[in-house]
């Protein structure tokens, strides 16, 4: 049986949420059940057809100004094409946040994501980890450091560039995201009629 696809489409204005799109991807090869392909929004034009034959499709986008960026909401809408013909329903979504502040409305953004997926139709996968730095004995070190459900999420300094923002836990749980969303995909798949 050929691999499901997991198509990783993100946008980021300054390059820290792309460095969380490639540890998406990472965990999709890490897990070996599927094939992942990374997509810009900028370039989405020449990937709609990657984006169709996905298994799994993972939304992923700073937040700027309490919400999704405007960037990634022009590609949300362009998918309208694809929500007239119900072309996405029941592939499976899920979804990375970046921010400059520990909070910063995030939860905003992936709800537009949530909505999103939810007008095409799509199963969310959430990030299945219990909350990291929640105690006396915990570190920002931890896995899921920020403590979110509905999928990864992770915050970039200000004054830092990309090559050390968002920090490694961040990465990381956007890793774990892409690898069980991959293995999700393979049993969706194999569970199909
Ligand atoms: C126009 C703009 C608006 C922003 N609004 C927010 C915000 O509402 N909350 C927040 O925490 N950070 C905000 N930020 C910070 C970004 O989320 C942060 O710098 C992020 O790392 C940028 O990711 P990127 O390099 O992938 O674009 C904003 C940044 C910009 C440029």
Redesign the pocket.
């Known amino acids: 049986m050929t691999k499901p696809s997991v198509a990783i489409v993100y946008h ?7 460095k969380l799109a490639e540890s998406v991807l990472e965990g999709v090869q890490e897990s070996n059940k599927a094939t992942g392909i990374l997509i810009s929004v900028d370039d989405v034009d020449s990937h709609w057809e990657d984006l169709d034959h996905a298994t799994a499709i993972i939304f992923g986008a ?5 919400s999704v960026s405007a960037g990634f909401w022009i590609f949300a809408e362009k998918t309208s094409k694809r929500w007239m013909e119900m072309k996405w329903k029941d592939k499976l979504a899920a979804a990375f946040i ?4 520990q909070n ?2 995030k939860l905003q953004s992936l709800h537009a994501m949530f909505n999103l997926s939810q007008q095409h139709g799509m199963i969310w996968v959430g990030l299945g980890l219990m909350p990291g730095n929640n105690s006396s004995t915990a570190s920002i070190e931890d896995l899921n450091r920020l403590g979110a459900f509905g999928g990864a999420f992770a915050q ?1 300094n ?1 004054d830092e560039g ?1 090559e050390t923002a968002p920090p490694k836990s961040d990465r990381l749980t956007a890793k774990h995201l892409g690898h069980r969303v991959a293995e999700i995909s393979a049993r969706w798949e194999a569970g199909k009629p």
């Open positions: 980021s204005g300054y390059g820290h949420t792309k700073p937040t700027y100004m309490g970046n921010s400059g502040s910063g409305d970039s200000a990309p």
